[in-house]
Each structure stands twice: as structure tokens, then as C-alpha cells.
């Protein structure tokens, strides 16, 4: 069965060749951030908190290189994060995780083929 994958928040805004970098902003205040005219001047979607990543339609981000998650206020879990990474990944070589929630950051990093290297 085929089903309906809801847009992520901003993407809409999303306009392919303008910028190299993803931010997916996650938690409680990655709403805030996507809003906030001064933070980040790049390209921005919201993964909104308690969401499954699985609703989503990821396939926009394929027009960009890199991507960073970024967390702020309450975060997902860590499989969650991992499971936005995930979708990530099947379009860029470099994934960054920055987390602002006082938990340790994990950073994975992408080669050409596909292979996590760290």
C-alpha cells in the first residue's frame, strides 16, 4: 500500500540550486528557529517534535549536498534523530547532527559510495 507523505514544514520554500546545506530543525524550539529571519540565512525545514520522520516526504532535499540536524529546547530521542539522518543520507554525502539540548552531538559522516564513516 502506497501512502500519502505529508511535506515537512518550509519546504516548500525550498528552492533547488540556492545554498549547498539542509538544516532540518528539530525539538521544541525548531519552530522558532525556522521562523527567526536572523537565525541562518540558509535553507531550513521543521521535523516537528513527536512526529514520525516516516510521514514525511524527504525527497526534496535531494537538490542539496549536506545536510545538518539541528536541536533545540526538548529534543527527539536518539533514534529518531538517527531515523531523520537516515532519510538524509539517501541524498547526501555529509550529514551533520548539532544538538543544543546539553546531550553529547553525534556527527556522522557520508563517503560518495554511501558508507558511514564515523
Not at 16 to 35: F, K, Q
Not at 41 to 61: I, N, Q, R, T
Not at 102 to 114: K, L, M, N, S, T
Amino acid at each position: 500500500m502506497i501512502r500519502h507523505r505529508k511535506a515537512l514544514p518550509y519546504s516548500k520554500r525550498l528552492v533547488p540550486g540556492v545554498g549547498r546545506t539542509l538544516n532540518v530543525l528539530t525539538g521544541s524550539g525548531g519552530w522558532d528557529r525556522a521562523a527567526s529571519e536572523t537565525w541562518c540565512h540558509g535553507v531550513k525545514v521543521v521535523m516537528p517534535l513527536g512526529s514520525d520522520p516516516e510521514g514525511y516526504d524527504w525527497s526534496p532535499a535531494r537538490s542539496f549536498t549536506d545536510a545538518i540536524i539541528w536541536a533545540f529546547g526538548k529534543s527527539e530521542p536518539l533514534s529518531v534523530i538517527d531515523d531523520i539522518a537516515g532519510h538524509l543520507m539517501q541524498f547526501h554525502h555529509l550529514v551533520l547532527f548539532v544538538d543544543f539540548t546539553g546531550r553529547p552531538a553525534i556527527i556522522r559522516f557520508v563517503d560518495e559510495q554511501g558508507e558511514v564513516l564515523s
